[in-house]
Structure formats: structure tokens, C-alpha cells
């Protein structure tokens, strides 16, 4: 099997991906190397073919492939290599990788190795929703693929499970494809989207946001022809009719290879397990992006991308500290917290910010921290937390922890 080199290999070309190996090529002697399992780099930008893009990185507002084109260009000009049809598929070594390619198997190896290889959505199977096992189902990214790459029909009238950012994408990208949105459909008990996403959508897309409900069944054969939902509060449940269903949300990150290491995952992000410099706990494996908040818009990703490579650097300049640290712990409403662990010494994470996920909405939230049992820092917050999207904290809020106690803890007074 033949086997290459790199100094940094980088497994994912998505904003992440794409963003370190920007920073990291013209800082480095030697190759910086990206792969990608898919025959174009771009990750899911490529295919949301709605504005939205660039904000914060770029000081732009792009659609998601034009983001996409101009972060490969940008990454291709810094001299960073982009293998595209390059699934990595495990582990040689702690420092080699695994990769099927059309022309044959390699071993990769990287002095320093990112995992930037994003979210997922689960699907209707990983959510146990039964009935018919009909056509006409999909995530918003098998939605996505099927309309703007792949060019094909989905239907005529769909029902979105979710209310949230990713849920108003799916149904643009449904009216584009000629297909009207008669429901979207959320179990929480207000639409988890911004105010001026779900407001407006609704007149723009004349549907209308289900709350406190859930899709139960799935009804059709051969194609769908309709959903069950139950409204929780009532107990009601009707049929609507549709010929399509967008499971959107629920995502999970794309930890296969950090799974196949043994790479200490966190237990409720369930992305490998990071500091806040972007070090998972295996010396030499860095992680970013969606695959550690699953998830963050494209620019914070990619934000992301330029503070591990600011990480990766200090690696390969020696400092290889050891993974020790306290372990930050997301309690109550709140679902997960990235970064989920305090080394000492480690700088502030990527914007200086704390990416937390909750399950309830709050107003005005106040962020308080404990460790061993005292109350070490909070922070009254000027903007609500809400279910669907990430919540952001000024990691001052730790400022007081010490990386050689107990476990911070996390929660919303
Ligand atoms: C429907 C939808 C709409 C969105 N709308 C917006 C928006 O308007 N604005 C915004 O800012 N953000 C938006 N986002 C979020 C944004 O797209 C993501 O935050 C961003 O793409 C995350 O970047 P990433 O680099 O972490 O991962 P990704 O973009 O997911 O890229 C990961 C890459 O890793 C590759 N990969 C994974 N595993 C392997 C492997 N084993 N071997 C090789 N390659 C692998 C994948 O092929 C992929 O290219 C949207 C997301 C979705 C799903």
C-alpha cells in the first residue's frame, strides 16, 4: 500500500477544514494536506444554495457556494493541498490515517492531524419515528443534494419536522424546488428559529409552525401521503397530507475517526472532547468545527479553523502539554458546552467564547459556574437562550476555575 507524508493532514474541506489549511500552508515548511470524501471540497456550504455565509470570517454575505468556491481558492492560493474522492476510513498508527481513493488505498501520515469532518442530522430511522417506510423522506441536506446538486424533483407538498435555523434552509430550498411547506412541525413549545427568521417565514413560505408537537407516524405506500402529528399539550392528533418530510435538526458530529482512535469523546456533544486551544485528549490530534458543536454556523466554523491552526503551530513548536485538565460540564437546561475541558495554561477559546446548546428558552439567562460545590463565576446575559441554535457565553465566565480542580459546572439561574 503506498503511503505518503504530510505535516498536517486535515481530514475534511469544509469552513473548518478549509480555514486551517489556509493558515497553517504558507506558515509551515511541508505539505499541508486536506481530504475530503467528496469528489468537490466545499463541505455543506457547496450545497445550501441560500445567502447566508461569510459573516463573521469574511465581513461578507455569500450564498453557501460561493462561500465554498472562495474558501478552496483562498486555501489553494496559501498553498494547501486538497485531495478530493479521499475517504479516511481509520487508523494505521496514532499518526497515520487510512484512505480509500479511486485509485487505490494510502496510508497518510501527519505530524499533526485535524478532524474537521462535521454534523450530521440523524434520520427518520434515528429517531424512531414508525409507519410506512414510503419515499419522499429526507434530511435537509439529502434535500439539498437531491435539488441543487443532483438537479432532481422532490414533490409537492412537504411537512418540515423542526423549526430552527436549518429548518427555515429546508424550506427555502423546498420553494426553489417548486415544493410548498404546509407545515413545520417542533416539539418545543415556540418556534426555536430567531424571531426574524420565523415571523416573517411564515408569511413568506404561508405556513405554519406546529409547536408543542410531534410527527408520530409516517403514512404512505410507495410515497408518502401523509404525517401523523400530536400536539402534546392537547393530546390531538391529525393527519397532513404531504408528499414529502424533512427531518431537519437533531444533528450529531461526524466522530467516526475519533471513535476509532479511542479518542476521549464528550459525553454530550458527543464530539471528541476538546480544550480550548482545539487539543482533543490524543497528543497530536486536533479537532474543529461541527464535529465538536454540532452546530454552529459556517463562520464560526471556520473561525475555528484559523484558531487550531494557531494551535497546531504551537505543537509543532514543542508545546505538546499533556491533556490534563478540569472537565467543563453542561447541567440543566442546558445540553451540551464546547470547549469541555480546562488545561491550565491554555488560551481563550476561538472569539473568546463558550458554544453551549439548551433545551428551554430563557429571556435574559444568567450563566453560573461552580466548581467543588462554589459558585466561581456568572454572567447575566443580554440575549436569550434558545432551543434550535447555540448559545454564547464570554468565557470570562471561568475566569476563576482552576484547571487542577474538580469539574466546572455549568447552569442557567
Ligand atoms: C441546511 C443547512 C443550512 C445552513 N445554513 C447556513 C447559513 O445560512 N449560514 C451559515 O453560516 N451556516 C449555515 N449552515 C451551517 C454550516 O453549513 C456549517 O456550520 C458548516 O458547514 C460547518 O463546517 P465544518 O467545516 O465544521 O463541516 P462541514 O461543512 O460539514 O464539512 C465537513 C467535511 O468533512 C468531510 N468528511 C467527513 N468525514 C470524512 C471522512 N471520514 N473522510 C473524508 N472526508 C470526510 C465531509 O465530506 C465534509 O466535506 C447550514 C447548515 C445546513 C445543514
Request: with cysteine.
Amino acid at each position: 500500500m503506498k503511503s505518503v507524508s504530510a505535516r498536517v493532514v486535515i481530514v475534511g474541506a469544509g469552513p473548518s477544514g478549509l480555514r486551517a489549511a489556509t493558515e497553517l500552508a504558507p506558515k509551515l515548511p511541508g505539505e499541508v494536506l486536506v481530504l475530503d470524501r467528496e469528489s468537490v471540497a466545499g463541505g455543506v456550504p457547496r450545497h445550501c444554495d441560500h445567502p447566508g455565509y461569510g459573516i463573521r470570517d469574511l465581513g461578507r454575505f455569500l450564498t453557501g457556494p460561493g462561500y465554498a468556491q472562495r474558501l478552496v481558492h483562498t486555501a489553494v492560493n496559501a498553498g494547501a493541498r486538497i485531495q478530493t474522492n479521499a475517504m479516511v476510513t481509520g487508523w494505521a498508527d496514532e499518526s497515520t490515517l487510512e484512505v480509500t481513493t479511486p485509485q487505490g488505498r494510502r496510508r497518510v501520515r501527519g505530524e499533526a492531524i485535524i478532524l474537521a469532518t462535521g454534523a450530521r442530522e440523524r434520520p427518520r430511522s434515528a429517531r424512531w419515528v414508525p409507519g410506512d417506510r414510503a419515499a419522499g423522506v429526507f434530511t435537509t441536506a439529502e434535500l439539498q443534494q437531491q435539488v441543487h446538486l443532483e438537479r432532481l424533483p422532490v414533490g409537492s407538498r412537504a411537512v418540515v419536522v423542526g423549526a430552527e435555523l436549518v429548518s427555515w434552509s429546508a424550506a427555502m430550498t423546498l420553494r426553489q424546488a417548486g415544493v410548498r411547506t404546509v407545515a413545520m412541525v417542533t416539539h418545543y413549545p415556540k418556534p426555536d428559529a430567531y424571531a426574524v427568521f420565523s415571523g416573517p417565514g411564515r408569511v413568506m413560505f404561508a405556513t405554519s409552525v406546529l409547536t408543542s408537537s410531534r410527527v408520530t407516524r409516517v403514512v404512505g405506500r410507495g410515497r408518502v401521503s401523509g404525517v401523523e402529528v400530536l400536539n402534546e399539550q392537547t393530546g390531538a392528533r391529525r393527519l397532513i397530507e404531504c408528499d414529502t418530510v424533512v427531518f431537519t435538526g437533531d444533528w450529531i458530529p461526524d466522530h467516526e475517526l475519533a471513535r476509532a482512535a479511542g479518542i476521549e469523546l464528550d459525553e454530550k456533544t458527543l464530539g471528541p472532547r476538546v480544550d480550548s486551544t482545539l487539543r482533543t485528549m490524543r497528543e497530536g490530534v486536533f479537532a474543529a468545527g461541527n464535529v465538536v458543536h454540532p452546530v454552529d454556523t459556517a463562520d464560526i466554523a471556520a473561525l475555528d479553523g484559523a484558531h487550531v491552526a494557531a494551535s497546531v503551530l504551537s505543537y509543532l513548536g514543542g508545546d505538546t502539554r499533556s491533556a490534563a485538565g478540569a472537565p467543563i460540564v453542561a447541567t440543566g437546561p442546558i445540553r451540551w458546552v464546547a470547549p469541555s475541558l480546562l488545561r491550565p495554561g491554555a488560551a481563550a477559546p476561538s472569539r473568546g467564547k463558550l458554544l453551549m446548546w439548551v433545551d428551554e428558552y430563557r429571556a435574559l439567562p444568567r450563566l453560573v459556574a461552580t466548581q467543588d460545590g462554589q459558585v466561581i463565576g456568572s454572567a447575566k446575559l443580554a440575549w436569550p437562550a434558545s432551543p434550535g441554535r447555540v448559545f454564547r457565553a464570554p468565557w470570562s465566565v471561568l475566569a476563576k476555575a482552576d484547571p487542577s480542580g474538580g469539574e466546572v459546572r455549568l447552569s442557567l439561574g
